[in-house]
């Protein structure tokens, strides 16, 4: 059973079985550090101690508001007592996948050999799918443009963002392509020199732009690091700042804007260093081609055989340099 944390029923599930049960979650959460606090938590570095305790806090936390109603289903539903450590099962702990790449964060020297970050597991574009030609236009038409999307995260004020972004554009003299998502931004008349975008896979989209700002979410993140552009980072909440923060310290886009401070005058003066810093520009496309280099999905079966089968979990290096045969 390989579930994410917010399927509160795959340990459950995977104890009345009495099958493996083994987590999948693309941000560090589970894996208690002193090397950085919680993502989830809206704090930099603690330092060594509290960062290993902010880590244990947030896992209760987030486990808190529904653990009753979740002991109430393992009893009625599966026949099971209550839950008391969900990272424990069939007597030895849950493996714990982490689907991003260590280049990104490297993984620290406290972590258990049940912790492992295989690198990322992309999803290629749909087959057959074709970019509309009024963006392929667009795209030829000028020197790459920017991204801006903010995805799933609702705005309330679309147009008043919308607004913020267009004036960033044209005090920058920097074309855009700007996604609409599902209510971040506003769908209105733009300048020649924006293209308004429904959705398209970053996977082919990214690589054409000159940087990509965004909200910081972990896929989203992700795929503008495989593409090897510089981002900013405009978070909102969870564990954005988190990406945000990870961003800046990599040398691959400034200090996140946080949605609430985000202006012209900021947003501005972070796309004028995203395109014209040459040493982030490169340092962005170094990671990214560490990144395209690694199998992550390879490496994360390569440990679920190993843990399904009762074998020692191979060790971050070791998974590092293994061939697998997907």
Same mark, same amino acid.
């Given at each position: 059973m390989i579930y994410? &944390?917010?399927?509160?029923?795959?340990?459950?599930?995977?104890e009345k079985l009495t099958i493996p049960g083994i987590l999948a979650v693309p941000l560090p959460l589970y894996s208690p550090t002193s090397a950085f606090p919680s993502p989830i938590l809206p704090v930099g570095d603690l330092g060594g101690p509290l960062n290993r305790a902010s880590h244990r806090l947030a896992v209760w936390l987030a486990a808190a508001s529904m653990k009753g109603t979740l002991n109430r289903w393992r009893r009625e539903a599966l026949g099971l007592a209550p839950a008391r450590n969900e990272l424990e099962l069939h007597g030895r702990p849950v493996l714990r996948?982490? &689907?991003?790449? &260590?280049?990104?964060?490297?993984?620290?020297?406290?972590?258990?050999?049940?912790?492992?970050?295989?690198?990322?597991?992309?999803?290629?574009?749909?087959?057959?799918?074709? &970019?509309?030609?009024?963006?392929?236009?667009?795209l030829d038409g000028g020197p790459p443009p920017v991204y801006v999307g903010f995805g799933s995260m609702p705005s309330e004020d679309?147009?008043?963002?919308?607004?913020?972004i267009l004036a960033a554009l044209a005090e920058t003299g920097l074309r855009g392509v700007l996604a609409t998502g599902w209510g971040g931004l506003a769908s209105t008349r733009v300048p020649d020199d924006v293209f308004v975008l429904d959705a398209a896979p970053h996977d082919w989209l990214f690589p054409r732009m000159a940087a990509v700002v965004h909200h910081g979410g972990a896929g989203t993140t992700g795929a503008g690091m495989r593409a090897g552009v510089p981002a900013v980072i405009c978070p909102?909440?969870?564990?954005?700042?988190?990406?945000?923060?990870?961003v800046a310290a990599l040398g691959i886009g400034p200090e996140p804007i946080a949605q609430k401070r985000l202006t012209v005058e900021r947003l501005a003066a972070a796309l004028r260093r995203v395109t014209e810093d040459a040493g982030m520009r490169d340092r962005a496309a170094a990671l990214g081609a560490k990144i395209r280099a690694e199998d992550?999905?390879?490496?994360?079966?390569?440990?679920?055989?190993?843990?399904?089968g009762q074998q020692p979990i191979p060790s971050h290096d070791r998974i590092a340099n293994a061939t697998a045969v997907v």
């Amino acid at each position: 059973m390989i579930y994410h &944390p917010k399927a509160l029923g795959g340990y459950s599930i995977a104890e009345k079985l009495t099958i493996p049960g083994i987590l999948a979650v693309p941000l560090p959460l589970y894996s208690p550090t002193s090397a950085f606090p919680s993502p989830i938590l809206p704090v930099g570095d603690l330092g060594g101690p509290l960062n290993r305790a902010s880590h244990r806090l947030a896992v209760w936390l987030a486990a808190a508001s529904m653990k009753g109603t979740l002991n109430r289903w393992r009893r009625e539903a599966l026949g099971l007592a209550p839950a008391r450590n969900e990272l424990e099962l069939h007597g030895r702990p849950v493996l714990r996948l982490y &689907p991003y790449s &260590p280049a990104v964060i490297p993984t620290p020297a406290d972590w258990d050999a049940y912790s492992l970050a295989t690198g990322y597991w992309f999803l290629e574009h749909t087959p057959g799918w074709t &970019p509309e030609p009024a963006l392929l236009r667009f795209l030829d038409g000028g020197p790459p443009p920017v991204y801006v999307g903010f995805g799933s995260m609702p705005s309330e004020d679309a147009a008043a963002k919308t607004s913020v972004i267009l004036a960033a554009l044209a005090e920058t003299g920097l074309r855009g392509v700007l996604a609409t998502g599902w209510g971040g931004l506003a769908s209105t008349r733009v300048p020649d020199d924006v293209f308004v975008l429904d959705a398209a896979p970053h996977d082919w989209l990214f690589p054409r732009m000159a940087a990509v700002v965004h909200h910081g979410g972990a896929g989203t993140t992700g795929a503008g690091m495989r593409a090897g552009v510089p981002a900013v980072i405009c978070p909102f909440f969870g564990d954005q700042p988190f990406w945000g923060r990870r961003v800046a310290a990599l040398g691959i886009g400034p200090e996140p804007i946080a949605q609430k401070r985000l202006t012209v005058e900021r947003l501005a003066a972070a796309l004028r260093r995203v395109t014209e810093d040459a040493g982030m520009r490169d340092r962005a496309a170094a990671l990214g081609a560490k990144i395209r280099a690694e199998d992550g999905i390879s490496r994360a079966i390569q440990a679920i055989e190993a843990y399904s089968g009762q074998q020692p979990i191979p060790s971050h290096d070791r998974i590092a340099n293994a061939t697998a045969v997907v």
